[in-house]
C-alpha cells in the first residue's frame, strides 16, 4: 500500500493528517500542534489541541479545549502504545485534571476516526 | 458449580453471579428461563477463596468412577431409602389435596363423606408430583471424608485452577472491578471478557465491557479490536474498558518466572495488589 510512507514512525505525516481532518473536515477552531512532547519508543509523542464546533458528549458543561493523540491504525503491524504508554500521555502531556483525551487514530485510506479514552473506569454518556 | 438455593442467595449477596445452567435435556431453554444448578466463572471462584468465602477441596479420584462404585455395592439401599421417601412424599400430598377438597365442599355445604371417593382418588393419583432433588444425595458423602489442604496446597490448587482456565492478570482486573462495587458477568455476549454491572444485573444495566488484561508494558493496544469493542460499545450503551496490572515484570523476564509467581500470589499478597491495575474507558467520540 502506498501509504507506507507514513509509518508508525512518521509522526510529522500522522500529526499533519489528524490536524487538518479535524480543522478542514470536523471544522473544529484553533486547531494546532501542542508545545509539549514526550519520548516514547524511539518517536515523540505530542498532541493535537483544538475547539470543537459544538459539545461533543451531553455530560459535558460546555464546548472545551480538547486533546487529541494521533496515532496510525497499522492493521497489520504492531502498534506501539501500550498501557503504560497511555499512562505517560496522561501524566506528562496532559493538565492533573484532564479526565480524558481523544485518540485520532489515521486510517491507510486517509479516514480518522476519533475515540475518547478517559483515565480509569468511566460510566457511559447519556444519549 | 452451585447446587443449593440458600448458597446461591449468599453469593448473590456477595455480588457473585455466575450463569445459571439448569435446563431440561428435551426441552432445551435460553438464558431466561434456566435454573440451578449455578456456574461460576474461575475469577469469582478465586475470589470467594481468598476472601474465606470458600475453601478448595480434593476429592479423591473421578467422582464418576466413585459414585458407579457407590450404585454397585449400596445401590439396593440407596434405592430402598429415595423410594420410601418418594412414597412419603406422595402420602403427604395425598393427604393435604384430600384436606383441601374437603374444605372445599365443606364451604359449598356439600358433606364430604357423602360423596364416593373412588373417582377423587384416582384423579389426586395422577395429579401427584415427583420432586427432583437439586442436589445429589450421595456426594455430600464425599465432601465428609476431604483430604487435608494446607496453605502450600491451597495456593498450587489456586494456580492450577488460574493456569487452567484463566491468567492471575485477569483476576487481578476482576478484584479491582470488584473492589469498586462492580458486579461482573462473562462478557462473551459484547466481545469482551467481562461485563460490570454497577449493582444486581436485575437491577442495572451493564456499564461496562472488559476486555482481557493486557501487559501493562509491552502489549501494543491492538486498535483494530479497540474500535470494534467500543463502536459496539456505543450501540449498547457501554464503555470499552482496557486494562492491565503494573507490576508483571516477574512474568515477562522468564527465569525465575515460576517462583516469582508462587511468591507473589500468595492470597495476602493478591488481596493488596488490588490498586495496582490499570483501566482506561473506551468510546467512541460521536463523529469520525
Known amino acids: ?127 | 458449580m452451585i447446587f443449593n438455593l440458600d448458597d446461591m442467595v449468599k453469593l448473590r449477596r456477595l455480588g457473585v453471579c455466575g450463569i445459571l445452567s439448569g435446563t431440561l435435556p428435551t426441552a432445551a431453554q435460553q438464558n431466561m428461563f434456566l435454573s440451578i444448578p449455578l456456574n461460576l466463572m474461575v475469577e469469582e471462584t478465586i475470589w470467594l477463596v481468598l476472601n474465606g468465602h470458600a475453601e478448595l477441596q480434593l476429592l479423591q479420584g473421578p467422582m464418576a468412577g466413585q459414585v458407579s462404585t457407590v450404585l454397585e455395592t449400596r445401590g439396593e439401599e440407596l434405592y430402598k431409602v429415595a423410594r420410601e421417601k418418594l412414597l412419603k412424599s406422595f402420602d403427604l400430598q395425598r393427604q393435604y389435596k384430600k384436606e383441601q377438597h374437603e374444605l372445599k365442599l365443606q364451604k359449598l355445604g356439600i358433606d364430604p363423606t357423602r360423596d364416593d371417593n373412588s373417582a377423587n382418588s384416582k384423579l389426586i393419583e395422577s395429579s401427584l408430583f415427583v420432586e427432583t432433588q437439586n442436589d445429589s444425595l450421595i456426594l455430600p458423602y464425599y465432601s465428609q471424608e476431604k483430604l487435608r489442604v494446607d496453605p502450600t496446597m491451597n495456593i498450587m490448587l489456586l494456580n492450577l485452577l488460574v493456569s487452567n482456565y484463566s491468567n492471575w492478570n485477569n483476576y487481578l482486573l476482576y478484584q479491582s472491578l470488584k473492589s469498586q462495587n462492580y458486579v461482573m458477568s462473562p462478557g462473551g455476549r459484547f466481545g469482551g471478557l467481562f461485563i460490570a454491572y454497577p449493582g444486581d444485573p436485575l437491577r442495572y444495566h451493564s456499564h461496562l465491557t472488559i476486555g482481557s488484561a493486557l501487559d501493562y508494558y509491552t502489549e501494543p493496544i491492538d486498535f483494530i479490536s479497540l474500535t470494534s469493542g467500543a463502536r459496539l460499545g456505543t450501540a449498547v450503551k457501554k464503555l470499552w474498558v482496557i486494562g492491565g496490572v503494573k507490576d508483571d515484570k516477574y512474568a515477562s523476564s522468564e527465569g525465575d518466572a515460576t517462583n516469582a509467581i508462587l511468591e507473589m500470589k500468595t492470597p495476602d499478597n493478591l488481596l493488596t495488589k488490588r490498586n495496582n491495575t490499570s483501566f482506561f474507558s473506551i468510546e467512541w467520540a460521536g463523529f469520525g
Open chain 1, 1 to 127: 500500500m502506498e501509504s507506507n510512507a507514513s509509518d508508525s514512525n512518521d509522526r510529522h505525516t500522522i500529526e499533519t493528517l489528524v490536524k487538518e481532518n479535524l480543522a478542514y473536515f470536523q471544522y473544529w477552531k484553533e486547531v494546532q500542534l501542542e508545545e509539549k512532547s514526550m519520548p516514547w519508543r524511539g518517536t515523540k509523542l505530542r498532541l493535537v489541541s483544538g475547539i470543537p464546533p459544538n459539545k461533543l458528549s451531553n455530560d459535558d458543561p460546555e464546548v472545551t479545549k480538547e486533546y487529541i493523540l494521533p496515532v496510525n491504525m497499522t492493521q497489520y503491524k504492531e502498534e506501539f502504545i501500550t498501557l503504560e504508554c497511555l499512562d505517560l500521555v496522561f501524566e506528562n502531556l496532559c493538565d492533573k485534571n484532564t479526565k480524558r483525551i481523544i485518540l485520532g487514530i489515521a486510517n491507510s485510506d486517509g479516514t480518522v476516526v476519533f475515540y475518547f479514552i478517559y483515565k480509569g473506569i468511566h460510566k457511559p454518556k447519556k444519549n
